[in-house]
């Protein structure tokens, strides 16, 4: 990478230090948003829920606030100092998540739910802003891959631990635990991770005038390669949350297991999910020295493999449980493939007063296609389908929204083929300067 001045990170161990409470918080806050994934069922009788409302209740109020909430504070992450909003914003979410476990009816769990748009809103863009100053190009997949290992590290927590606390002391109190959990850690970050002196780089002197006068977000959607990557991981993001809220009932419904069994199976998935994320990271890092396009080439063999093995799982008869664990698990280790790298790939190409905001476009992206309609469409879905084919309706729902990571990958191979005119042109403009 060519620059007049080499850039400046931190040392070794305060780096890792704040990836590892960066990374934690992220577990926290995604455990806090697949819980009730995991408790479905008993809130659906307590509260007297259809399909549709559960998909409401899970979705709606999170791409809501997110869709409100994620440009700006991604806008604030580049101005101001990040571990300070990182602090206020996943602390917020812990808070709504203490008062969730106080709900009282579809409404009350519906506002709470919120609370980890919040989280996200103000916690990923900013972390992953954090991470391009910390660590150098040629290791920023594998840090990029460790934070994204959060997200399935949560949904480990949620499914094994969230399924054990939830039969034994009931949903309201492991809601709230992880709500107090996360508060503590957002103390701990505040009070102990130092904020970054930031890596700038300037706008590419070959853009045109026009583009540079739009703004950050119409700067970032005009550049082919973080347009096709923001709707990229809008359709990977519907399937992947589609099939992460919905799955755990899907197993319970279909091959009629326990909710701690299907708590097991579904923790095994996100352990392979973790391992995913990280494989891809390290992958990456070593085939982009090759040959750069392969930043985006691993989110495209990742996300065709992953939709190999789903379409496999969601079509295995009741009974053949063997060969659906095996498939899910294989589909779950390549479903993250796409994350870590396209962040790593926006952090090299996007200039550095607009990082967090390119991140917060792609995040919210996600939030309001894949959180929001995804949970929303799959439910609606299944109880459209529920009178001609009855229990079976939840899994082919399932099916039609896993065949979203086509889109998906046509939309990284767009991406791919536009990376290296973009990484070429901001590797010219990199400066370091302090804050």
Request: hydrophobic share 50%; aromatic share 8%; with cysteine.
């Amino acid at each position: 990478m060519n620059s007049e001045q080499a850039p400046i990170h931190s040392s070794s161990s305060t780096s890792n230090y704040t990836l590892f409470i960066l990374t934690l918080l992220a577990a926290l806050a995604f455990m806090d948003r697949q819980i009730l994934s995991v408790v479905i069922q008993p809130v659906k009788t307590e509260f007297n829920l259809s399909d549709l409302q559960i998909g409401l209740v899970t979705g709606l109020g999170f791409a809501l606030t997110f869709g409100l909430l994620g440009v700006p504070m991604g806008k604030l992450a580049d101005r101001r100092n990040r571990r300070s909003l990182i602090a206020y914003a996943r602390g917020v979410g812990g808070l709504l998540a203490l008062l969730g476990s106080l709900s009282i009816g579809f409404l009350s769990l519906m506002f709470t739910r919120s609370g980890g748009a919040i989280s996200d809103a103000g916690g990923t863009p900013a972390s992953m802003s954090m991470l391009a100053d910390l660590f150098p190009a040629e290791n920023r997949s594998r840090a990029m891959s460790v934070l994204s290992a959060g997200a399935s590290l949560g949904a480990l927590m949620a499914l094994v631990l969230g399924s054990w606390l939830a039969q034994h002391f009931g949903w309201r109190i492991t809601v709230a635990l992880i709500g107090g959990v996360t508060l503590l850690m957002s103390l701990l970050l505040r009070y102990s991770v130092p904020e970054p002196v930031r890596i700038h780089t300037t706008v590419p002197a070959q853009t045109h005038p026009e583009v540079q006068q739009r703004g950050a977000v119409a700067a970032i959607w005009a550049e082919p390669f973080t347009r096709w990557s923001i709707l990229g991981a809008a359709f990977a993001l519907l399937a992947g949350y589609s099939f992460g809220t919905w799955n755990f009932a899907m197993m319970i419904r279909h091959h009629d297991l326990s909710l701690q069994q299907a708590g097991w199976i579904s923790g095994s998935s996100a352990c392979m999910s973790l391992l995913g994320g990280l494989a891809s990271g390290a992958l990456t890092d070593k085939l982009a020295l090759r040959n750069i396009r392969w930043q985006l080439g691993v989110p495209v063999m990742g996300l065709g493999l992953a939709y190999v093995c789903g379409v496999s799982y969601l079509l295995m008869p009741s009974g053949a449980l063997t060969q659906a664990v095996l498939s899910v698990m294989v589909f779950s280790f390549f479903l993250p493939w796409w994350a870590a790298p396209t962040y790593a790939a926006i952090s090299l190409v996007v200039p550095s007063q607009r990082r967090a905001t390119a991140n917060a476009m792609m995040l919210m992206a996600g939030a309001v296609v894949g959180n929001g309609l995804g949970a929303i469409l799959t439910g609606w879905f299944s109880d459209l389908l529920a009178a001609q084919f009855g229990a079976d309706s939840l899994r082919l729902a399932l099916l039609g929204m896993v065949c979203m990571l086509i889109p998906a990958m046509a939309s990284f191979w767009l991406a791919m083929k536009a990376y290296p005119a973009a990484f070429h042109r901001i590797s010219k403009n990199i400066t370091s300067s302090h804050d």
